[in-house]
């Protein structure tokens, strides 16, 4: 079974926090016994007042929870975003090489962060270890290649 995460998950504490701050206000408000000379419909009056403004305060902190897990989830779709591309471009490379009759039968370890392709492995000439850093260069983002491919051979 696969589950998903929900951002609107993360709202919903806030939002439940905000809920009882009303219920606790609303409570002290019935609860305070000081008339000051306040009829019943004022003090009521007076609640409602209170309770309308911590209202307002729960919706705005519940407007800025909301933008926070928004923004935490934006940061978490580019990460996922780049992870992913990096493993496009490993698999891209490793593609190139198979492909290539000088490169196909050498076993070349691709490692890609942020768009760095490093080659690490046995080259069997400096000219198959100068082909594969071309090959990688052309690889759809790529930023730069750290060919570290020893050469073995001749």
Do not use: W, Y
């Not at 496009?88 to 290539?100: C, E, G, L, M, R």
């Not at 768009?115 to 000219?127: D, R, S």
């Amino acid at each position: 079974m696969m589950t998903h995460s929900n951002p609107a998950g993360a709202v919903r504490r806030p939002f439940a926090v905000a809920v009882c701050s009303v219920a606790v206000l609303l409570a002290l408000a019935a609860c305070g016994k000081t008339d000051e000379g306040k009829t019943v419909g004022q003090s009521v009056d007076s609640g409602i007042a209170k309770t309308g403004q911590a209202a307002k305060d729960a919706g705005n902190a519940m407007k800025d929870a909301t933008k926070e897990a928004q923004a935490t989830g934006s940061q978490a779709s580019t990460t996922m975003g780049e992870k992913i591309d990096d493993a496009v471009i490993t698999t891209s490379v490793n593609a190139s090489f198979v492909k290539d009759t000088d490169l196909s039968a050498i076993k070349i370890n691709v490692d890609t962060k942020g768009g760095v392709v490093t080659l690490m492995g046995p080259a069997p000439t400096a000219a198959a270890k100068d082909k594969a850093t071309d090959l990688a260069r052309q690889v759809k983002g790529v930023v730069s290649v750290n060919n570290q491919l020893v050469v073995t051979g001749s």
